[in-house]
Nanobody
Framework: QVQLVESGGGLVQPGGSLRLSCAAS????????MGWYRQAPGKQRELVAV???????NYADSVKDRFTISRDDAKNTVYLQMNILKPEDTAVYYC???????????WGQGTQVTVSS
């Protein structure tokens, strides 16, 4: 069984920064895709950013140039550095890992990010 443990959420003022972390534990190695999704109240869950095992990155247009995704494969951990945060970034952020062809697919429990003055 694989567990994803997220940390780093909280309350921040507009223009501030937060760094999310997600550590994967259990029987999993060389994770193909590691990513972050978010879900705001009354909205569907949406992709924020994803990084592959080879280091390729994709971002939602709304976070490009503000958020940076990275990974540490030695620690099976993915990070999301969020800068210049806006109120519209307020959501529950979920970590997600998946195999190349979906042979495994796991979600974290979510961490709340609130951007407010």
């Amino acid at each position: 069984q694989v567990q994803l443990v997220e940390s780093g959420g909280g309350l921040v003022q507009p223009g501030g920064s937060l760094r999310l972390s997600c550590a994967a534990s259990g029987s999993i190695f060389s994770i193909a895709f590691m990513g972050w999704y978010r879900q705001a109240p009354g909205k569907q869950r949406e992709l924020v950013a994803v990084i592959t095992a080879s280091g390729s990155r994709n971002y939602a247009d709304s976070v490009k140039d503000r958020f940076t995704i990275s990974r540490d494969d030695a620690k099976n951990t993915v990070y999301l550095q969020m800068n210049i945060l806006k109120p519209e970034d307020t959501a529950v952020y979920y970590c997600h890992v998946r195999g190349w062809v979906g042979e495994y697919d796991y979600w974290g429990q979510g961490t709340q990010v609130t951007v407010s003055s």
